[in-house]
């Protein structure tokens, strides 16, 4: 027989059996499709598809469908790195889209780019941000009290320094301030001492920027605010809670403490007789004692308050005998209680005096 069809005979019986000739063609489809250029991103742009047709996420050699894109319209897409992919004469940009909320990473691969949109889709809610914001003008806001839970609508003063959260949702930024950060006695002249908080606003409808609007700005952390961590490691978790307990963090639940907490708008207040049940602490409603900050120096982990008056049950230094600064008391946070960093609670030297963080329950 001719040595040419005993090789084509033998070729054909070697497909039919599904051998080599099969994975050559695997081979030969994957080598169809290959990268020939890689931008990786520091920071992570949120994508989502809003087609109705079918959109295909693949593996890096483009071999392999990973999912379709339409049946997972409430997914949030990141994107952490682009590349070319070139077939043959004609090339591709891709984005490699992942899913944070997916752990094993199944859902991570490579999307073409024109399935893709910038920002986040209007199914997503999310993004939650702390933070602290220095409105610029007399604003009004509807605050809901605690209480009653009825609307009130109050203006707070120009200057005014709260905390708030922002986040995402209906593909437009959000955002509450929060009265309870607050003093006491500004609550009091609004005539809303136990206010939660505003009803939420639209911050910004830019969703990646998060401009503010005119009457509000964002500010970092104001010197005076204690750093607080009672055991949460989310990165919106409440920094504004700032709120200090008498001893350290191994209290005994019946005790009756003593609460120090700076205020968003510059005081410093205590309460006694505040009591726990082993997981939130609970406080009067009204101050033992209040004053006003004057000047506020942070170094390092120490934080010194100054202001005009004696706070009284606190071990604050006399410093002069007039003005607004008679008075000075040092705040100095000793760190953890524990190596373990999703349970460690903060102690702190107030005055010389022991004193840990602690979670307040308003």
Known sequence: MNKFLIKVMTVAAFAIGGGAVVSQATTVHAAAYKIVKTKKYAT?????????????????????????????????????????????????????????????????????????????????????????????????????????????????????????????????????????????????QLGVSDAIQTVSNVLSTDVLKRTAPSYLTALSQPDYVVDNNTGGVSKSYSIWKNQLISGSSDVIWSSKMTMLRTTTDGYVETYDNVTTDGITYKKPSLPTASQKITKAVREGNTIVLYYANHLAGISDEKIGDSGDEQYKLAIRKLGPDTDNKYTAIDNYLVGGQEYHAGFVGY
């Open 44 to 188: 992570k742009t949120p994508f989502y598809y809003a087609g109705k047709g079918n959109a295909y996420m693949w593996n890096k050699t483009h071999t392999k469908k990973i999912l379709n894109l339409k049946n997972h319209p409430g997914t949030q897409w990141y994107r952490s790195e682009s590349v070319i992919m070139q077939n043959g004469s004609k090339k591709g940009v891709y984005y490699k889209m992942v899913a944070p909320g997916v752990r094993d990473h199944s859902w991570d691969g490579y999307v073409a780019r024109s399935y893709l949109t910038k920002g986040y889709g209007p199914n997503y809610v999310g993004q939650y941000r702390i933070g602290f914001y220095k409105l610029n003008e007399d604003t009004q806001y509807k605050v809901l009290s605690k209480s009653s839970n009825k609307k009130t609508t109050v203006t707070i003063p120009k200057g005014t320094i709260l905390g708030g959260q922002s986040w995402i949702q209906n593909q437009k930024v959000y955002y509450q301030l929060n009265l309870q950060t607050a003093s006491h006695e500004l609550r009091d």
